[in-house]
T-cell receptor, first 114, second 114 residues
Framework: AQSVTQLGSHVSVSEGALVLLRCNYSSSVPPYLFWYVQYPNQGLQLLLKYTTGATLVKGINGFEAEFKKSETSFHLTKPSAHMSDAAEYFC????????????FGQGTELSVKP | DTGVSQNPRHKITKRGQNVTFRCDPI?????LYWYRQTLGQGPEFLTY????????KSRLLSDRFSAERPKGSFSTLEIQRTEQGDSAMYLC????????????FGSGTRLTVV
């Protein structure tokens, strides 16, 4: 069975600092990996995804993530945090045999201090 | 493309009452998913449709829950005899059918059972 673990339920950074949100997955087949962002009382918005090919993927709003199979990780980074990045971030996985069903991590709340 | 629309946005109901939520997916999306999200947690899969066929239901979906997608267009999620534990955000998402694409989520329906 697939699973996703996000390390750290809360991360706080200063504006302009590096953002690093950690995600580890478990899957017996090649995974598809996603990062979503959720603002208060809203649905989830896709930031980026990895399916096959290049392991470093770039997404919207300056975010990127690197798929590391040896570490079973898919950490999300952004070089310089902006106040508008404050939100809840979810890592999720799927695979070709899951019917498109996503397995989500518990989420990481990102706070950005001025 | 007006996105995924969910109605109502908020629903407060008394325990034991029935409630129904509606989801209108993006018109060309053949897959439609329902997820439930409780406070501080990631979304949990409930069920999904490909066109009008309901292909998978989670064990979370008790007999009190039923979902339909007549004619493969909009979908409804009904909860009968609501319980306080049903209080959550119910999220609908749609996609074009393959697991690697990622979803478009609606803004959700927040259910409060009092």
């Amino acid at each position: 069975a697939q699973s996703v673990t996000q390390l750290g339920s809360h991360v706080s950074v200063s504006e302009g600092a590096l953002v690093l949100l950690r995600c580890n997955y478990s899957s017996s087949v090649p995974p598809y990996l996603f990062w979503y962002v959720q603002y208060p009382n809203q649905g989830l918005q896709l930031l980026l995804k990895y399916t096959t090919g290049a392991t470093l993927v770039k997404g919207i709003n300056g975010f990127e993530a690197e798929f590391k199979k040896s570490e079973t990780s898919f950490h999300l980074t952004k070089p310089s945090a902006h106040m508008s990045d404050a939100a809840e971030y979810f890592c999720a996985s799927s695979s070709y045999n899951q019917g498109g069903k996503l397995i989500f991590g518990q989420g990481t709340e990102l706070s950005v201090k001025p | 493309d007006t996105g995924v629309s969910q109605n109502p946005r908020h629903k407060i109901t008394k325990r034991g009452q029935n409630v129904t939520f509606r989801c209108d997916p993006i018109s060309e999306h053949n897959r439609l998913y329902w997820y439930r999200q409780t406070l501080g947690q990631g979304p949990e899969f409930l069920t999904y449709f490909q066109n009008e066929a309901q292909l998978e239901k989670s064990r979370l979906l008790s007999d009190r829950f039923s979902a339909e997608r007549p004619k493969g267009s909009f979908s409804t999620l009904e909860i009968q005899r609501t319980e306080q534990g049903d209080s959550a955000m119910y999220l609908c998402a749609s996609s074009v059918g393959t697991a690697d694409v990622g979803y478009t989520f609606g803004s959700g329906t927040r259910l409060t059972v009092v």
